[in-house]
T-cell receptor
Framework: DAGVIQSPRHEVTEMGQEVTLRCKPISGHNSLFWYRQTMMRGLELLIYFNNNVPIDDSGMPEDRFSAKMPNASFSTLKIQPSEPRDSAVYFC??????????????FGPGTRLTVL | DAKTTQPPSMDCAEGRAANLPCNHSTISGNEYVYWYRQIHSQGPQYIIHGLKNNETNEMASLIITEDRKSSTLILPHATLRDTAVYYCIVRATSGTYKYIFGTGTRLKVLA
């Protein structure tokens, strides 16, 4: 299994530009998570999908951030317009949720975003 | 969601057992304890999880106290490649089942 795939691995952009981060979850997994990691705030959950439906987006910082999951094998996190404070490592994770019991999230390698 | 408390850093000699403690005194009866680690900004890596009983896999052992208020992750023979930040997480019992990451323990394995 290839694991969770994220692209690009590194992104450098200028303030005001649109940024799109991509994630391919592990085949067969039905839940997908987007996290952001910074030195100041650590690892934070941004949004969570179950069966392609957004369930909890309470961690999305503001309207500049949006996430979609058009099908079970692809998700995007978009920032428009980007700001320097958005600089962080963004992780995608997926899991197979069977309901009620233990589950395990598997993380991708992350996208390091730098906004100048 | 139950909170976890971990020491910020620990050192361990290579080849020795590394014992990483975690306090989760407000854990509920049906909440699991998960351990992940993150090596140098890579994605967090799953290690082990448990509910009540002690657990062991090829990576580590998890010892959960009888009252479930604390746990210890044991790496039996630490290597330099085990140097990482280790996160103890209590998983939410309902709703999103989301993880709340704390600040973790930075383990440094010394040669």
């Amino acid at each position: 299994d290839a694991g969770v795939i994220q692209s690009p691995r590194h992104e450098v952009t200028e303030m005001g530009q649109e940024v799109t981060l991509r994630c391919k979850p592990i085949s067969g997994h039905n839940s997908l998570f987007w996290y952001r990691q910074t030195m100041m705030r650590g690892l934070e959950l941004l949004i969570y999908f179950n069966n392609n439906v957004p369930i909890d987006d309470s961690g999305m910082p503001e309207d500049r951030f949006s996430a979609k999951m058009p099908n079970a094998s692809f998700s995007t996190l978009k920032i428009q317009p980007s700001e320097p404070r958005d600089s962080a490592v963004y992780f995608c994770a997926s899991r197979l949720s069977l309901g009620g019991g233990a589950d395990t999230q598997y993380f991708g390698p992350g996208t390091r975003l730098t906004v100048l | 969601d139950a909170k976890t408390t971990q020491p910020p850093s620990m050192d361990c000699a290579e080849g020795r057992a590394a014992n990483l403690p975690c306090n989760h005194s407000t854990i509920s009866g049906n909440e699991y304890v998960y351990w992940y680690r993150q090596i140098h900004s890579q994605g967090p890596q799953y290690i082990i999880h448990g509910l009540k009983n002690n657990e062991t896999n090829e990576m580590a052992s998890l010892i959960i106290t009888e009252d479930r208020k604390s746990s210890t992750l044991i790496l039996p023979h630490a290597t330099l490649r085990d140097t990482a930040v280790y996160y103890c997480i209590v998983r939410a019992t309902s709703g999103t089942y989301k993880y709340i990451f704390g600040t973790g323990t930075r383990l440094k394995v010394l040669a």
